[in-house]
């Protein structure tokens, strides 16, 4: 009995004890930080709002001394101008923040900080007098030199980058507007010099009318300059910058551009020339070869002599003349004298003929789909009169049309030409097509087809419709 009475007062003073020292370090707390509270990444145990401030303002952004920071204006001609934060009185403080911080924190709750630290994120908060910023802007040099000038040049010159209208007349800064860049840099501190351009704050001057007539030419040439072309014929892109247009224009003796009588610019043909032939290389699609996946799997390329697109270079030419001297962006598709079926892999589109000669094979394809197949025999390759591998297409129809070559005159029902005099006809000669009758009592050159078959697909074919040819 005594024994557990001894054990009882020795738990008892234990917890009296704890909790005394407990009381005590939750004491220790009172007006501190928790011990696990982690601001910015920074231990901030023990430390006071206004030690923790200190402490924070300066690791935020090392080497920054607030009131030391300086604002750099920077203008045109190499103008530079300085104000210093302990001008108008500029500082950083993380106070408020802090104070938001520790007042959610109660000193009993120290063991479960430093069970579980709490981490924050704190930006400082720059103040400084507004209106002494104001007042030392409107006393910068800058700002006050002389509004007037006595001595005024006003002309058109040109460089690298092309030409620009050079004048002497002095801008008059906007000050408000500097004052509003500077209030903004200021929001977003972080360096100890922070630069200001003044670039966009001057006020645009008027040009004096005695050169009204050097202004509104530049005007003109501005407006090319500005353009721009954006053509697109997918899968082809290609862009026309107003820059390029600009060194087209037909200068004088003055190196000017010139205008003609309806007051407009005149571009010179001559150095449009080398665009337009790029123009035409990138978007024609006549001539070339042309790949193509055969019936066994096999690719073999051929010749492209089916009608492609081919740019109007002199129609082009005018095109950009007015879209040039009209101004602004437009996108459109270059000026063809002809226009193809498609463009890359879809140069044949959906809907084509194919003539496998190893085969002796032609399939007609609509919208992709095999719709009409025969077999056929073509040119003799004993004699030489080999029916030509290529890409071509059917340029011309004929009912009852009589085929004519040396020594021979031969009527067919139906004539449909695909390369030169070289086309797909009825044969009602011949009773047995395909195989390889060809190699040594072939056609001229030509396609020959059964009748009934030849009907149907003169029926269905249309002039344009891509006809393949391989062995």
């Keep these: 009995m005594k024994a557990l009475k001894i054990i009882t007062i020795v738990l008892t003073s234990i917890v009296f004890i704890t909790a005394a020292g407990y009381g005590v370090i939750s004491c220790y707390y009172n007006n501190k930080f928790l011990c696990g509270t982690y601001i910015n990444g920074h231990d901030a145990n023990a430390m006071s709002i206004d030690r923790a401030n200190d402490y924070l303002v300066d690791s935020y952004l090392p080497g920054v001394d607030f009131k030391n920071v300086t604002l750099m204006f920077e203008g045109r001609d190499g103008l530079t101008e300085t104000i210093k934060g302990s001008d108008f009185k500029l500082n950083a403080d993380m106070t408020k923040g802090l104070d938001e911080i520790l007042s959610s924190q109660k000193p009993y709750e120290w063991l479960m900080y430093a069970l579980y630290p709490f981490k924050y994120d704190l930006a400082p908060e720059v ?21 007037e000038q006595k001595d005024v040049l006003v002309e058109i010159r040109k460089d690298r980058s092309g030409y620009y209208l050079y004048d002497d007349i002095l801008d008059e800064l906007n000050t408000s507007r500097i004052f509003d860049k500077a209030c903004a840099a200021l929001d977003g501190i972080d360096t100890a010099v922070v630069r200001i351009d003044l670039s966009d704050c001057y006020i645009k001057h008027d040009i004096p009318e005695e050169y009204s007539e050097a202004a509104s030419l530049y005007d003109k040439i501005e407006k090319v300059k500005n353009s721009c072309i954006s053509y697109e014929d997918a899968p082809i892109k290609y862009r026309l910058d107003g820059k390029t247009a ?17 007051g407009n610019l005149v571009f010179d043909d001559e150095k449009m020339q080398g665009y337009l032939d790029y123009l035409a290389k990138a978007f024609n699609s006549s001539g070339g070869v042309f790949e193509w996946k055969k019936k066994n799997g096999e690719f073999v390329t051929l010749k492209n002599t089916m009608q492609g697109f081919e740019v109007d270079k002199e129609a082009e030419s005018e095109k950009i003349k007015e879209n040039m001297l009209r101004g602004g962006r437009l996108t459109r598709t270059p000026v063809y004298s002809k226009e193809g079926k498609g463009r890359g892999k879809d140069i044949i589109g959906k809907t084509y003929i194919e003539v496998d000669m190893s085969a002796q094979k032609l399939y007609y394809y609509v919208n992709g789909q095999l719709s009409m197949e025969s077999d056929v025999v073509t040119g003799n390759l004993a004699r030489g009169n080999g029916t030509p591998a290529k890409l071509c297409d059917v340029y011309f129809k004929q009912r009852n049309r009589t085929l004519r070559g040396p020594n021979y005159a031969t009527f067919v029902n139906y004539w449909m030409a695909v390369s030169g005099h070289i086309g797909i006809h009825d044969a009602t000669w011949r009773s047995k097509f395909g195989g390889e009758i060809y190699k040594t009592a072939g056609s001229h050159g030509c396609v020959n087809v059964p009748k009934s078959f030849a009907a149907d ?5 249309e002039v344009g419709t891509p006809c393949i040819m391989y062995y």
């Design 457 to 461: 697909l003169y029926e269905v074919v």
């Design 127 to 147: 103040t400084y007098d507004k209106e002494i910023l104001r007042e030392h802007i409107e006393e910068l040099e800058c700002v006050n030199r002389p509004k």
């Design 246 to 262: 600009e060194a087209w224009l037909k200068t004088g003796s003055d190196g000017l551009p010139v205008l003609d009588e309806t």
